[in-house]
T-cell receptor, first 114, second 109 residues
Framework: DSGVTQTPKHLITATGQRVTLRCSPR?????VYWYQQSLDQGLQFLIQ???????AKGNILERFSAQQFPDLHSELNLSSLELGDSALYFC?????????????FGPGTRLTVT | GIQVEQSPPDLILQEGANSTLRCNFS?????LQWFHQNPWGQLINLFY???GTKQNGRLSATTVATERYSLLYISSSQTTDSGVYFC???????????FGKGTKLSVKP
């Protein structure tokens, strides 16, 4: 158990819908990263938050957004869902943003868009 | 960006065998980590190893930063070692990780 929790574990929804994925980082970790793993693109970085503020963006679509709350949990919002958004979404956390510390991954949320 | 080459791409072992997985980088890397993704999709931290050697049970890892490679040793492999092994480095200034294609390991009983 990495200490990072993600809910829900599985999500099945239809095209055009909107979903919210939730992540709670390890105790003491201020930095949260979101990653997407799809069959064709592999594991890709989406976005990072540190202590409530957005710090870096990767290959995140405009239909996707995220935020980190004062209690440090984070939510990833996916809207106008398409079939190609079906993937495993991971949240990871680390102590800071310097990259000098390990990132620990949650169990992931498996999203299926039908 | 930095190119990461993991070898071999696929590996089939008999239970009890030893193996070495290799990761080559095209340039110096930071925050090098090894992960195991099990067949259920869970990403498990194995080592944070920017340089030097670490051991954890049957697994050990060595990174030679000056020569731009890292090795993961698996001894006395077990079926539960099956999955994909990723060596991962920090790609951005904020510490986000860059994943390659990994090595897919299948351990047969």
């Amino acid at each position: 158990d990495s200490g990072v929790t993600q809910t829900p574990k599985h999500l099945i929804t239809a095209t055009g819908q909107r979903v919210t994925l939730r992540c709670s980082p390890r105790s003491g970790d201020l930095s949260v990263y979101w990653y997407q793993q799809s069959l064709d693109q592999g594991l890709q970085f989406l976005i990072q938050y540190y202590n409530g503020e957005e710090r870096a963006k990767g290959n995140i679509l405009e239909r996707f957004s995220a935020q980190q709350f004062p209690d440090l949990h984070s939510e990833l919002n996916l809207s106008s869902l398409e079939l190609g958004d079906s993937a495993l979404y991971f949240c990871a956390s680390s102590v800071d943003v310097s990259g000098s510390y390990e990132q620990y991954f949650g169990p992931g949320t498996r999203l299926t868009v039908t | 960006g930095i190119q990461v080459e993991q070898s071999p791409p696929d590996l089939i072992l008999q239970e009890g065998a030893n193996s070495t997985l290799r990761c080559n980088f095209s340039d110096s890397v930071n925050n090098l980590q090894w992960f195991h993704q099990n067949p259920w999709g869970q990403l498990i931290n194995l080592f944070y190893i920017p340089s030097g050697t670490k051991q954890n049970g049957r697994l050990s890892a060595t990174t030679v930063a000056t020569e731009r490679y890292s090795l993961l040793y698996i001894s006395s492999s077990q079926t539960t070692d099956s999955g994909v092994y990723f060596c991962v480095h920090q790609g951005g200034s904020q510490g986000n990780l860059i994943f390659g294609k990994g090595t897919k390991l299948s351990v047969k009983p």
